[in-house]
């Protein structure tokens, strides 16, 4: 479904408060006054929070699909370019979008768990695990890649680094002497340095290469 510019500022307004004061806590009236509508245009357009959230969920799973399926038809890469593509993108996704991560963390580790929400985690969860599994095989179809690998260690490996260092960015300041560092100076180098850990970490991983050698 499109959007119109007003419906997109709406929801990305929801979107910056859910990550603050998670679902539950937010009312359809917050969102109305922080994006300076009334509220019975976010019911016209939306009909409900649960719409809304599902909106946002919707434009999020399209972005992210889209990117990898782009990724996995590119025919003048080698799977290990893939899979290194595919490290960049997971870490400018979730290090550019934040919110929407913390509203995907905040909502798995509650106690109170909507169940509609879960419902549009697992399935953007199994969307990209789907996508990456066509990765896998294409590398194992060539032979450079291993046989044995567990997709969902994979995948908890890549998204879990990626957002504890997220939430943990003031320990990771601390611990390695960068707290003169701005935000935007941090977060620039903090990506590369998870894009060279995760290469690596991955390279042995996957590839025959390291597993031939043990």
Known sequence: MDYNAKQIQIIEVAE???AQKGFAGTSVRDIA???DVNVSMISYYFGSKEKLIEALFQIRMTESRS???TLITNAE???MQKI???IDSVIDRLTGNQCFHNIMMRETLSSERNAAISDHIMNLKMRNIELMQQLIREGQAAGVFRDDIDMSLMTTTLYGTVNYAIASQDFYKKINN???MDQAEFLTHLKGK???HLKSLFKSTVT???HNQN
């Open 16 to 18: 910056r408060l859910f």
């Open 33 to 35: 006054q922080a994006a």
């Open 67 to 69: 990117r990898l399926e």
């Open 77 to 79: 890469l080698v799977p």
């Open 84 to 86: 290194n593509l595919l």
């Open 178 to 180: 960068l707290e003169h």
């Open 194 to 196: 998870l894009s060279q």
């Open 208 to 210: 025959n290469e390291h």
